[in-house]
């Protein structure tokens, strides 16, 4: 059983950074894809970055050039650096993994899920 667990979100003001951290449990690091979602109040969850197994990695368009994925395998920890934040970018971010190479932002390939950390940008 993987059990994620999410932190480092907070508020920022436009222009800002935070880094998004998820820690890994029953997890083995090179098995698993990774990605970050997020849902805003009243839209669908959305894919933000992923990270496969093989270690490519997948960006929304939304995100390209602002944030970074990463993972950290000795601490088996994902990151999500989020540069130039944006009020569009309020939201709470979700960590996922599942078991699998491809780095896919399809939220039904996913089987693990955090509980997610809150992300507020105001203008």
């Known amino acids: 059983q993987v059990v994620l667990v999410e932190s480092g979100g907070g508020s920022v003001q436009a222009g800002g950074s935070l880094r998004l951290s998820c820690a890994a449990f029953?997890?083995?690091?090179?098995?698993?894809?990774m990605a970050w979602f997020r849902q805003a109040p009243g839209l669908e969850r959305e894919g933000v970055a992923a990270?496969?197994?093989?270690?490519?990695?997948s960006y929304a368009d939304s995100v390209k050039g602002r944030f970074t994925i990463s993972a950290d395998n000795a601490k088996n920890t994902l990151y999500l650096q989020m540069n130039s934040l944006k009020p569009e970018d309020t939201a709470k971010y979700y960590c996922?993994?599942?078991?699998?190479?491809?780095?896919?932002?399809?939220?039904?390939?996913?089987?693990?899920w955090g509980q997610g950390t809150q992300v507020t940008v105001s203008s």
């Open positions: 996922a993994a599942f078991w699998g190479l491809k780095a896919t932002m399809d939220e039904y390939e996913y089987k693990y």
């Open positions: 029953g997890y083995a690091p090179g098995m698993y894809s």
């Open positions: 990270l496969g197994a093989d270690g490519r990695t």
